[in-house]
């Protein structure tokens, strides 16, 4: 069960998420909203380091955006209450979008027009019998063994909650503190990423290599939405150049051809291995015209944007999924530099 719920500044839970306050994180203090306790005093200006309390305030203020630009259907990849690539990425693609200079700072004009959505940071959500039931089974890394597996489903309950709520397992476990997250009926705190505004069927996707981002275009280039990716290496180059999508396949098993893998391991056979969130394409294939390329998600969301791939474009389980909504078979993609 899902409520929203009126949540101080968690002052003490936060703490340790937020690094020094420098140059490279947002200044701008938060606007008046509804639900939101009074932001902390300032630091004296003499202090050398950020007090605990300032370094919290300013990790719920980033917290609070993550939440409303993953809202705005500008993902900053995994919610972690942090200022990085991927949320600047967010705050840029957003900034643009709104007619705004794409700084990817936190600046009080950004700050203003994310704060037009006045809906909570956080939920409070009971947890299900689902969420708990599992199994949960480490899922190993070697490929040959991840085929002996009969699902690859998650290794804990953080774990599935993570990409239920968009957020990294830390970020959950942070938030509540002494709680069992693998206990049907715990009652836990999660980012409010739920009943988001609806997005029209996309016209065009664009993924830009630089940028590690895909958007989603409406038939006059106007961007829809926008997400972290990881595309690939020096290895296995993205594909540079306008194909399309020959198809959609959610709970993909993956086909593994270590012919196909520059470092596959000696010994590797071809084998399938069966489908699930921790599936190596994760829940969502997206074939491309392109043979063996594709958009899909990954087990692993917090590399996503930060590491390289084989040549396809990743994304996070939960944003593959609702691209995968978005487009069909025929849809333009554009892969550009």
Known sequence: MLKTTRIPLLIALLAGLAGPVGAAQPQAQPAARPNAAAPPQAAAPAAQHAPATTQAAESERLLRAQVLLDRAHFSPGEIDGAYGSN??????????????????????????????????????????????AGPFQRVPDDMMEKAKLPTLGYATPAEGLGEKFHASPALLEKLNPGKDLGRAGEQIVVPN??????LTPAARVVVSKEARILQLQDAGGTVLAQYPVSSGSDHDPLPIGNWKIEGVHRNPTYHYNPKLFWDAKPGDKKTTVAAGPNNPVGVVWIDLTKPHYGIHGTPVPASVGKSESHGCIRLTNWSASEVAGLVQAGTEVVLQD
Do not use: C, E, H, S
């Not at 967010?90 to 006045?118: E, H, I, S, V, Y």
């Not at 990423?193 to 609806?198: F, K, N, S, Y």
């Open 87 to 132: 949320m600047r990425q967010a705050l840029a693609g957003f900034q643009k979008a709104r007619g705004l200079d794409p700084t990817g700072k936190l600046d009080d004009a950004t700050w203003n027009a994310l704060n037009t959505d006045p809906t909570p940071t956080l939920l409070t959500y009971t947890l299900a019998d689902t969420d708990v």
């Open 193 to 198: 990423v739920i009943g988001t505004p609806a």
